[in-house]
């Protein structure tokens, strides 16, 4: 009777969970923001001319391996640079109405600790270089060499879309090193259309703060092109559009390949009338829409080697 009054009264032994301490998710949060994995829009961006590269280099067949690494690293370098630059921003973001929400802006994430998380992901980084070539790696010095510079250079010059772009399209002439050994001709060509691409999509997404940026002195090639920069626009999706036309006849390309070159003008037209008001939401919008311009370029690319017979 005693030990069942022992086995009644004795409380129960409670099962043990493992809990995660509310801050810790909260500023796990906070970096995931800073790296901008919650806005995939760069990482896309980033590997839309990366992939074109791939393909190109493999034709239609990229080593499984290479291909890995740079997927891998178009995520991990993008989210580097966008922590350097809210760094090198964070006494001029919370003066913008886009960005003084950010983690360092707002006091999230200290200053520190983004230095900490930038030298973690360029670790990463450097490791997957390591799994390259040669070629390909002396080529991701350069690479990491605009990375860095980039975020600080908008003080000085008035073309940072242009630094941009040299370093989103870096991975070009990258994937052709680690898939082929050497930077062709025609790897400098989609290089150079990489570049041209970057400058039309991130002078539309300057647009967007081109007033907070005039007040702080921030440059920009909203600010230098001014009441042109609609007309300068399509000046360089014309020169984007002659360079996809002369990488589709140097790779020998087809209907396929063409047919997306067309789709992409069409979509060029769309983006300079979204833009026409100069609004800020319509020119966000027209930046946010480019990713589509890459997207199709690649499904032509891919559909050329898919359907297309190879000479005998």
């Known amino acids: 009777m005693a030990r069942?009054?022992?086995?009644?009264?004795?409380?129960?032994?409670?099962?043990?969970?493992?809990?995660?301490?509310?801050?810790?998710?909260?500023?796990?949060?906070?970096y995931v923001e800073l790296m901008r994995l919650d806005k995939p829009i760069g990482v896309w961006l980033l590997l839309w001319p990366t992939l074109w590269a791939l393909w190109i280099?493999?034709?239609?067949?990229?080593?499984?391996g290479v291909f890995l690494v740079f997927m891998v690293g178009v995520i991990v370098m993008r989210s580097a640079g966008c922590v350097l630059n809210d760094f090198a921003d964070r006494n001029i973001d919370p003066y913008v109405e886009r960005t003084r929400a950010r983690?360092?802006?707002?006091?999230?994430?200290?200053?520190?600790?983004?230095?900490?998380?930038?030298?973690?992901?360029?670790?990463?980084?450097?490791?997957?270089?390591?799994?390259?070539?040669?070629?390909?790696?002396?080529?991701?010095?350069i690479g990491a060499g605009l990375t860095i510079i980039y975020p600080f250079i908008k003080r000085f010059i008035s073309i940072p879309q242009f630094v941009l772009g040299a370093a989103f399209g870096w991975a070009v002439p990258m994937a052709f090193a680690a898939q082929t050994g050497e930077a062709k001709q025609i790897a400098w060509l989609v290089f150079g259309t990489a570049l041209v691409w970057a400058v039309i999509y991130d002078t539309f997404y300057a647009m967007v703060d081109r007033e907070d940026d005039l007040?702080?002195?921030?440059?920009?090639?909203?600010?230098?092109?001014?009441?042109?920069?609609?007309f300068?626009?399509?000046?360089?999706?014309?020169?984007?559009?002659?360079?996809?036309?002369?990488?589709?006849?140097?790779a020998e390309f087809g209907v396929w390949y063409f047919g997306a070159v067309a789709l992409a003008a069409i979509l060029m037209g769309y983006h300079q009338w979204l833009a026409r008001a100069r609004q800020p939401a319509a020119c966000f919008k027209a930046f946010l829409h480019n990713h589509y311009i890459g997207m199709i370029v690649f499904i032509g690319i891919v559909l050329h080697y898919t359907f297309t017979v190879p000479p005998i």
């Open 4 to 30: 069942r009054l022992m086995a009644v009264n004795t409380p129960a032994k409670k099962t043990q969970t493992l809990r995660i301490a509310p801050g810790f998710m909260t500023q796990l949060k906070n």
């Open 57 to 64: 280099a493999g034709e239609g067949h990229p080593d499984a």
């Open 103 to 141: 983690p360092i802006a707002s006091g999230a994430v200290a200053p520190a600790e983004a230095l900490t998380l930038f030298v973690a992901l360029s670790l990463i980084a450097v490791g997957l270089a390591a799994m390259l070539n040669q070629p390909a790696q002396v080529l991701a010095v």
């Open 215 to 230: 007040k702080v002195g921030v440059k920009s090639t909203a600010i230098l092109f001014g009441d042109a920069d609609l």
């Open 232 to 250: 300068v626009i399509g000046g360089l999706q014309l020169l984007m559009l002659i360079a996809l036309i002369f990488i589709g006849d140097m």
